[in-house]
């Protein structure tokens, strides 16, 4: 199987039907552990993204796999530490394992090269931390919280990437 080719462009409002789509997957949603607590809330959704597209401070793309609509990777302004940034990124659970996200985020960090960046993984998502881990974050750091696609406090790593 040939890997597909991988490409970032501005997220725009046509993509959003396919983004919440992607958000109503519970085994996706269990595998981030921190999602929103309704991922079926469409009113929620749309909210969020008018203000995640209108705001100038953050970077969002949508993720394309050979032209397809597959995901979103973000930078956005940390809610600790002002003047830090995080990395975010959500791959359709029917493209995991063919290396999307590993390219999606490379791509977005070369495009975003301010650093420190941070990003946090559950504990148990292996794949992710594996996916950051490629692209050179390191743990930095512990922390648990509550996890609404759990139902549970849920431990995960603060990684950063210098």
């Known amino acids: 199987m040939t890997a597909p080719a991988v490409e970032l462009r501005e997220t725009v409002p046509g993509d959003l039907p396919f983004l919440f789509r992607f958000q109503l997957d519970p085994e ?3 595998m981030a552990a921190f999602t929103v607590a309704d991922p079926s809330d469409r009113a929620a959704f749309d909210a969020r ?9 953050i970077v969002s793309r949508t993720v394309l796999a050979d032209g397809e609509v597959v ?9 600790d530490g002002p003047g830090e940034h995080e990395v975010t990124y959500w791959i359709a659970r029917e493209h ?18 301010h650093r420190p960046l941070y990003a946090r993984a559950a504990r148990d998502n292996h794949r992710s931390l594996r996916v950051l881990d490629k692209c050179g974050f390191v743990r930095c750091g512990e922390e648990a919280g509550y996890a609404a696609a759990r139902g549970e406090v849920v431990e995960e790593y603060v990684l950063v990437l210098r």
């Open 49 to 57: 993204w008018e203000r995640i597209l209108g705001d100038p401070g």
């Open 28 to 30: 996706a949603n269990r």
């Open 71 to 79: 995901g979103s990777a973000a930078v956005h302004p940390c809610p």
């Open 96 to 113: 995991w394992g063919r290396g999307i996200a590993g390219r999606a985020l490379a791509a977005l960090l070369a495009e975003r090269p």
